[in-house]
């Protein structure tokens, strides 16, 4: 704590940093996650191969990843957003399928019914209804991320890292312990933050939420 | 006007093919309720479900107000026929106005009057639309959500609604009063639909038109009371059931049997409202004074008469019932009191 508030500002640019990595990171995978989901909802065989491989992805340990990536995008923030945006690929996947599989089929075929086109259908009743799945997904990708992030100091990604490694050089408790408090702290904030965010995009969530059930 | 010329639907598939529906013709005409009903696998559903194209016929013609459906837009189509399925199928994150007015929002309609409509709706489906135009579906009870499935169906005024066992998720007691209730709103809307169920006193209940159906082909297409009176064999005979005349009559109003109406009302007339079933109307009449006259009068929704049934027709319509009633129960009900020894136990036995 002493060490926070001796170099507030120094922590604070490294927190954005980090904030920066993650959040970049998530918005590519996102990009390529969400639209991916809702290709293997929609054509089945294709479900398990993407499945299998972004979870093979997500096993390679993340040192080793950033050594294989660091020949194509040099060493540097670049190859650290990409290395995060491929370990969140799995979950945002993942779970954007699993929302959009509970989508009710009687609620589908009452879209179909009212005679909703097929891109209706996905803009204005499976993708609201997909969202607190999709979001839950994001929600795990980031928490997951920001404690990856910490590692992409290696490869120069900054961050965070750069206090806990910079510790661990000079054998100092402090900076370790500031660099782990921030990210535990974001990582906290961004669980409370993202799962609320389908409030925003869902009244009927929101009603049942204002009362208490 | 919805018509069907030698429909049939095949699924194939490796075990070979099989034949959902197989040569359905029909015609239901403008303003009529025809039921579709049958046991389940008899196909009922799918040729629903062909009408607005969420199947697809694998031949046959289907043409809706003479037009084949095939020569149209599929979403087009859709927008202009009303659907209403089981427990609504409405949208759980859309409010329920936002639900009546679906398909005015996706035909273009400006905000003001989606809004205007779906209150519209509202009131005439029974729900007051200041309480509940903003709450969400799953706010509302079944049976109200049911209503709003049917508003919603009504909301872009197609001519045509097509309703998928519409009330099977409903309590008893709410089915029954969502049945009345659609006679009375068809009464007044007066579209062509064709409702799906299973439940044949249902289909008693709403249909103009009965459509039977048994392993994709159509058993009987005819009256309420063309299957009563004449069915046309023993898989339709038993598909209504002996014990079923009887409670044909409650499904029977009196408002169906009056003739034209006898004018000059005499003050002593007796007056039965038209909505009144047969057994309720036969309780009423013992119970009134004698006047004289060969009949009673029978009154519209305004309580004005407007019709008239002689006693002569109301008891051979209730004798009918009566009669195949007490047959039913000579043939399955026999009351064990009644036998001897041997056959009680023979009857315990079987």
């Known amino acids: 704590m002493r060490y926070i508030l001796d170099n507030p500002e120094k922590v604070l640019d490294l927190t954005w940093d980090h904030i920066q990595l993650v959040g970049i990171a998530i918005l590519i995978a996102s990009a390529i996650g969400i639209p ?139 900076p370790v312990l500031a660099g782990a408090i921030m990210s535990v702290l974001l990582a906290f904030i961004a669980d409370f933050g993202i799962g609320r965010l389908a409030l925003l995009f869902r009244r009927d969530l929101r009603a049942s939420a204002e009362r208490g059930s | 006007m919805i018509t069907l010329d030698n429909v049939t639907k095949t699924y194939k598939s490796a075990a070979g093919d099989f034949h959902a529906v197989r040569n359905v013709s029909f015609t239901v005409n403008e303003g009529e309720l025809a039921v579709l009903i049958g046991p389940s696998g008899s196909g009922k559903t799918t040729t629903m479900r062909m009408i607005n194209r969420l199947e697809k016929a694998t031949s046959g013609t289907i043409s809706v107000n003479g037009q084949d459906i095939n020569s149209l837009n599929v979403v087009e189509l859709r927008r202009h026929i009303g659907y209403v399925i089981q427990q609504g199928g409405l949208l759980p994150h859309f409010t329920v106005a936002e639900n009546v007015a679906l398909v005015p929002r996706l035909l273009g309609w400006d905000k003001k009057k989606r809004r205007a409509r779906a209150e519209e709706l509202l009131a005439l489906v029974d729900l007051d639309p200041a309480i509940y135009a903003d709450r969400f579906p799953r706010q509302l009870s079944g049976g109200q959500q049911q209503r709003v499935g049917v508003a919603r169906a009504l909301a872009a005024d197609a001519p045509i609604i097509l309703m998928d066992e519409p009330f099977g998720a409903v309590d008893p007691i709410t089915r029954n009063q969502l049945q009345r209730w659609l006679r009375q709103v068809q009464r007044d809307v007066r579209k062509t639909i064709v409702f799906v169920t299973h439940d044949i006193n249902e289909a008693f209940l709403l249909g103009d038109r009965i459509i039977l159906m048994k392993d994709g082909q159509i058993a009987q297409n005819g009256s309420p009371a063309d299957l009563l009176r004449t069915p046309a064999s023993d898989f339709v005979k038993e598909f209504i059931g002996d014990e079923f005349a009887l409670q044909a009559l409650e499904h029977t109003y009196i408002a169906e049997l009056a003739r034209p109406f006898v004018p000059d009302v005499p003050d002593d007339a007796l007056v039965i409202p038209g909505d009144m079933s047969i057994p309720e109307a036969s309780r009423e009449i013992t119970q009134a004074e004698s006047t004289g006259h060969d009949g009673f009068w029978v009154a519209n929704d305004n309580g004005e008469p407007d019709g008239y049934v002689t006693y002569e027709d109301f008891a051979n319509v209730l004798s009918e019932g009566i009669a195949s009633e007490v047959e039913a129960e000579e043939a399955d009900t026999i009351d064990p009191e009644l036998l001897g020894e041997e056959e009680r136990a023979h009857a315990v036995h079987s």
């Open chain 1, 36 to 174: 991916l989901g809702i290709l293997i909802n929609r054509v089945r065989w294709l479900q398990l191969p993407v499945l299998n491989l972004s979870g093979v992805l997500y096993t390679v340990p993340s040192i080793a990843f950033f050594a294989i990536l660091i020949p194509y995008t040099g060493i540097g923030k670049t190859t650290a957003i990409y290395a995060l945006a491929v370990y969140s690929l799995l979950a945002i996947v993942r779970n954007t399928a699993a929302g959009m599989d509970e989508v009710d089929k009687a609620t589908k075929d009452a879209a179909d019914g009212m005679g909703m086109t097929k891109l209706q259908r996905l803009r204005m009743v499976e993708l609201p209804l997909a969202l607190p799945y999709i979001l839950t997904g994001i929600k795990i990708a980031t928490v997951a991320g920001i404690g990856i992030a910490v590692i992409a100091v290696v490869i120069g990604g900054g961050g965070l890292g750069r206090l806990v490694f910079d510790g661990i050089r000079t054998q100092e408790a402090n």
